[in-house]
C-alpha cells in the first residue's frame, strides 16, 4: 500500500498497524480521544475524504441517498463517523459487496451511546470479518523525540539483558514533559504556551464535549470540573467511587454518567486488574487504576505549575507512574499485548504488568528517583514468588522503569531501564 506522507507528518507507531490492518480488512476503525492525530494518521493512507461533521451536504444525503457518501477513491476517510452513526451500518453493506480490502478508514473521538441508540450497538457488533479496530493515543516519548528506543519492551519477553547509557533527563525535563503532555498540535510549543492549551482542552471538555455524549445531555461545568480535578489527584491509585463522592460532594448516580461520558470521549483510560494463577492463599483485588488519557490533562485540571510538581515529589511521582503506563500502551500495543496492574490481599502491588496475547508477560515498577529502585526489585521478585508457573506462565522479565538516563540489568536479573531509553 502506497502510504501519501507529508513533510510535516510526524510518523505514529500505529501506522505500521493501521497499514497491516488496511491489507487484512474491508475497513478500519481508529479509535482515540480529540486531537490525538487520528485524522492526519488516517489522512496517510487516505485516496478521498468525507468529513461527516463539516460537511453540510451530510445530513441531506443521509436521509436520501446515504451510499453516495461512500463514492470516492479508496481507502476512503470518514472523519468523526460518530456525528451520523447510522453510515456505520452503509460501510457494513458496501465492504460486503465490494469484497476488497482497504475501503474505508473510520475515525472518531467519542462512541455512540448505546443506550439511546441500541441498534447502532448492534450493527457495530455485526461488523465481525469487515471491520478491523485500532486504539490510537497521544504521542510516545520515543514518537517525539525524547526517547532514543533503545530498549525495545519486545525484545524485553525475549529475557535479553540490556547495557544503554543514554544522556540522563533530569528531573526539571521530565516535569516539564508531564505538563506538555504529547497532543500533535504541541509539538515544539513552550510551556506556558502548552499550559494555556492543555487548560483550555479541559475547559472545552467541560463546557462543551461532555455534554454532546449522548444527544446533547445538559452536564454542569462545574461539576465535570470538581470531578476532573478529583481524577487528577488520584491519578494512577485504586480510588473508589466513595473517594470521588467524599472529594467532590456529587451524587453517586452523576458520578457514574459523567464518567460513562468521559469514557466515551476516551479521556479516561482505565488500567484494569491483572488475573493471575497464585501459589499463595491471597486474593487479588479488582479495582482497576484510572489514568487520563495524557496525563498533561490531570496537571491542567488542577492548573498545577511547574513549581508546584517540583516542590511536591509524591504527587509527580504518581503523574510518572501515570505517563510510563500511557508509553507502556503505546509500546505494548505494536507488540500485541495489553497493560494491567497487580495488587493482592497481602499488599503486594506491582505498577504494571505487560501480557501478550499469548499469555507471556513481564513486570514493571515505576519510580521517579533512584532511590527507590532496591525496594521495587524487591516487589517485583515477590510478585514472580507468588505467581503460579504450573497454570501461568513464569514472568519473561522484570523491570524497573525511572527517570533518569541509564538502563542496565541489575545482577539479579532485573532490569532498570530509563523512560528516555524505552520504546517499541
Given amino acids: 500500500m502506497i502510504r501519501l506522507t507529508t513533510m510535516a507528518y510526524l510518523p505514529r507507531i500505529t501506522d505500521v498497524?493501521?497499514?497491516?490492518?488496511?491489507?487484512?480488512?474491508?475497513?478500519?476503525?481508529?479509535?482515540?480521544?480529540?486531537?490525538?492525530?487520528?485524522?492526519?494518521s488516517a489522512t496517510q493512507f487516505a485516496r478521498s475524504i468525507l468529513q461527516m461533521d463539516q460537511d453540510p451536504q451530510v445530513p441531506v444525503l443521509m436521509g436520501v441517498a446515504p451510499k453516495r457518501l461512500l463514492l470516492g477513491k479508496t481507502p476512503r476517510l470518514i472523519d468523526e463517523w460518530q456525528v451520523q452513526p447510522e453510515i456505520w451500518n452503509y460501510v457494513r453493506h458496501e465492504v460486503d459487496d465490494r469484497k476488497l480490502e482497504a475501503q474505508f478508514i473510520l475515525t472518531g473521538s467519542a462512541t455512540p451511546e448505546k443506550k439511546k441508540k441500541p441498534e447502532v450497538?448492534?450493527?457495530m457488533h455485526s461488523g465481525a470479518g469487515r471491520f478491523t479496530k485500532l486504539d490510537m493515543r497521544t504521542m510516545s516519548w520515543q514518537e517525539l523525540g525524547f526517547s532514543t528506543g533503545k530498549v525495545s519492551l519486545d525484545n524485553l519477553f525475549n529475557g535479553a539483558k540490556i547495557d544503554v547509557d543514554d544522556t540522563p533527563t533530569d528531573i526539571e525535563q521530565i516535569v516539564e514533559?508531564?505538563?506538555?503532555?504529547?497532543?500533535?498540535?504541541?509539538?515544539?510549543?513552550?510551556?506556558?504556551?502548552?499550559?494555556?492549551?492543555?487548560r483550555a482542552y479541559v475547559d472545552l471538555l467541560a463546557e462543551v464535549d461532555i455534554s454532546r455524549i449522548p444527544e446533547e445531555i445538559k452536564r454542569d461545568p462545574i461539576k465535570v470540573r470538581?470531578?476532573?480535578?478529583?481524577?487528577?489527584?488520584?491519578?494512577?491509585?485504586?480510588?473508589?467511587?466513595?473517594?470521588?463522592?467524599?472529594?467532590?460532594?456529587?451524587?453517586?448516580?452523576?458520578?457514574?454518567?459523567?464518567?460513562?461520558?468521559?469514557?466515551?470521549?476516551?479521556?479516561?483510560?482505565?488500567?484494569?486488574?491483572?488475573?493471575?494463577?497464585?501459589?499463595s492463599s491471597a486474593s487479588l483485588r479488582k479495582t482497576p487504576k484510572r489514568h487520563f488519557t495524557d496525563v498533561c490533562l490531570a496537571v491542567a485540571?488542577?492548573?498545577?505549575?511547574?513549581?508546584?510538581?517540583?516542590?511536591?515529589?509524591?504527587?509527580?511521582?504518581?503523574?510518572?507512574?501515570?505517563?510510563?503506563?500511557?508509553e507502556l500502551r503505546v509500546y505494548g500495543q505494536a507488540a500485541d499485548a495489553k497493560v494491567y496492574h497487580y495488587h493482592d490481599s497481602n499488599h503486594l502491588e506491582v505498577d504494571a504488568i505487560v501480557q501478550k496475547y499469548n499469555g507471556n508477560w513481564s513486570a514493571f515498577e515505576i519510580k521517579l528517583?533512584?532511590?527507590?529502585?532496591?525496594?521495587?526489585?524487591?516487589?517485583?521478585l515477590k510478585l514472580a514468588s507468588v505467581v503460579d508457573t504450573a497454570k501461568s506462565s513464569a514472568p519473561r522479565s522484570l523491570n524497573v522503569i525511572t527517570g533518569t538516563g541509564i538502563s542496565y540489568t541489575r545482577p539479579d536479573g532485573i532490569n532498570v531501564i530509563s523512560l528516555?531509553?524505552?520504546g517499541v
Wanted: charged residues 25%.
Fill in 369 to 380: 528517583g533512584i532511590g527507590q529502585i532496591d525496594e521495587a526489585a524487591a516487589n517485583l
Fill in 301 to 326: 485540571a488542577l492548573g498545577a505549575t511547574k513549581e508546584s510538581l517540583l516542590a511536591d515529589m509524591k504527587y509527580t511521582g504518581f503523574l510518572f507512574e501515570s505517563l510510563a503506563v500511557h
Fill in 226 to 279: 470538581a470531578l476532573l480535578r478529583s481524577l487528577a489527584r488520584n491519578t494512577a491509585t485504586l480510588a473508589e467511587i466513595t473517594t470521588f463522592e467524599a472529594d467532590t460532594r456529587i451524587s453517586r448516580p452523576t458520578i457514574y454518567d459523567y464518567l460513562g461520558a468521559l469514557e466515551r470521549l476516551m479521556i479516561v483510560e482505565d488500567q484494569p486488574a491483572w488475573d493471575a494463577h497464585l501459589r
Fill in 420 to 422: 528516555a531509553s524505552l
Fill in 121 to 123: 450497538e448492534a450493527r
Fill in 17 to 40: 498497524e493501521l497499514e497491516r490492518k488496511l491489507e487484512s480488512s474491508g475497513a478500519v476503525l481508529i479509535r482515540g480521544p480529540k486531537a490525538c492525530g487520528k485524522t492526519e
Fill in 177 to 198: 514533559r508531564i505538563i506538555i503532555g504529547g497532543f500533535p498540535a504541541l509539538v515544539g510549543k513552550k510551556l506556558r504556551a502548552a499550559m494555556d492549551l492543555n
